[in-house]
């Protein structure tokens, strides 16, 4: 009767025999002359490498059984994510599908961070990170104070943001060859071919191309209207669109015999010269003339009969009118209710001032008379200035004989009498020069 085997003996009986291990004489016989199966130890006696799945083994450890399991489960991830192949049998083309897709792109965190935690080498995800960090940056972004104050409501940001091409930062050179302050300026003209802007901004007009995007031509309104609300509108120095909200006041003045100007009650700031003064619809009414506190604005009209004319003979012609002037209809209640009831008058311009020596001096007016215009005119000053223009731009077509009527009250006293003035003309050429790269 056989002796009954030892545990070591019934152990090494389930495994492959000593006898076809073969590794004492030096032969190499191949993989599929062995009969049985190989412990993890044995192959690698004989340098063998084999496939995860060909090494079972119950005296696997529950360790490596966790590790196999997540290398199983690794695999199976990465041919899941791997981009679907296909072969063509007679060409040999390789065909991807996926590629450039929006199912390619890799899916967001469900968590996202303000810094992405990527590996450095992804350099996809190096550019992500940046786009992020810039938008960030956009976003972060906030207006000024007194813009956002002047900009309460998403009409008001649409109406100014549909400005914005049209409002440009611009300097240029004085005669001693130094940078004046830079204005802000306004694209009144666009040549699609030659790319380039016709600028308008204060004394001096400008031909450049300008940077991209394609400026577009605001929209041109009527004329300003005492007591109207607006928006003055600038670039400071970061190139940032600046707005100012106000209203235009209800008073008048003159600056060198010119009496045209308005007065807003906002604060323009420094570099808004230039800049477009918006009405409530969203048109251009005006141009800041004046920046800082009670800034001063120029008509819309006045400045479009001023291009018309230099347009046509590259020149303006103004006569000459040497006297300051003040509105009756703004003046105090007391002071027109004693001219309605003493002298009848209920409208025309007040003499503020007159210049020494002057022809309409020797004419006999005098400071604090009251002047109307025989001409239709208009009853306001920055419709004087247009009337004014508007003899100008006749004197240039070859009207060079003509008279002003003036019909004209002496307040102090009874005297009330038309005087003719007979007309001269001030010719400028304008000027013209190139903004600097702002």
């Not at 409208?347 to 020797?362: K, M, N, P, Q």
């Not at 009251?370 to 240039?396: A, K, N």
């Not at 009330?416 to 010719?427: A, C, D, H, Q």
């Amino acid at each position: 009767m056989p002796p009954k085997s030892s545990p070591a003996m019934s152990t090494r009986s389930k495994s492959t025999p000593d006898s076809d291990l073969r590794s004492h004489d030096g032969s190499n016989p191949s993989p599929e002359s062995w009969s049985g199966r190989l412990t993890r130890s044995r192959a690698k006696q004989i340098g063998l490498v084999l496939p995860i799945q060909a090494v079972e083994s119950p005296g696997i450890s529950s360790n490596n059984k966790k590790k196999r399991k997540r290398r199983e489960i690794e695999e199976e991830t990465a041919k899941k994510q791997a981009p679907t192949t296909s072969t063509t049998a007679t060409t040999g083309v390789m065909h991807r599908e996926g590629h450039g897709t929006l199912a390619s792109r890799p899916l967001p965190p469900m968590h996202p961070q303000t810094t992405p935690r990527v590996r450095r080498s992804s350099r996809i995800t190096r550019l992500e990170v940046d786009r992020l960090q810039k938008l960030t940056l956009r976003r972060d972004k906030e207006d000024e104070p007194s813009t956002a104050a002047a900009l309460p409501t998403p009409s008001h940001k649409n109406m100014v943001l549909g400005m914005s091409r049209s409002i440009v930062r611009v300097s240029f050179p004085s005669s001693e060859g130094k940078l004046i302050s830079p204005h802000t300026g306004i694209v009144i003209s666009w040549d699609g071919a030659t790319k380039c802007a016709m600028i308008l901004t204060l004394f001096t007009y400008f031909k450049k191309k300008p940077h991209e995007p394609q400026p577009e031509v605001p929209a041109f309104g009527s004329a300003p209207k005492y007591g109207q609300e607006i928006l003055a509108l600038s670039r400071d120095e970061n190139m940032s669109l600046v707005a100012r909200r106000g209203a235009i006041t209800w008073s008048d003045g003159s600056l060198m015999w010119r009496n045209h100007y308005m007065f807003v009650d906002c604060d323009v700031p420094e570099g808004g010269e230039g800049g477009p003064v918006v009405g409530t619809g969203g048109s251009t009414i005006g141009m800041v003339y004046i920046d800082g506190p009670g800034a001063v604005i120029i008509s819309i009209s006045i400045i479009c009969t001023f291009f018309e004319i230099w347009k046509q003979f590259s020149c303006v012609a103004r006569p000459v009118f040497e006297v300051d002037l003040k509105s009756v209809e703004l003046a105090g209640v007391l002071f027109r209710e004693e001219l309605s009831l003493k002298h009848n008058i209920n409208g025309g311009f007040i003499v503020e001032r007159i210049a020494d020596d002057s022809a309409l001096e020797h004419l006999g007016v005098r400071r604090g008379d009251v002047i109307f215009f025989e001409d239709e005119c208009g009853t306001t000053l920055p419709e004087i200035e247009d009337y004014l223009l508007s003899l100008g731009w006749r004197y240039l077509q070859g009207m060079k004989s003509m008279v002003l009527k003036l019909l004209v009250h002496d307040i102090e006293g009874p005297c009330k009498e038309t005087i003719t003035l007979p007309l001269e003309f001030s010719v400028d050429s304008g000027k013209f020069g190139c903004f600097d790269e702002q």
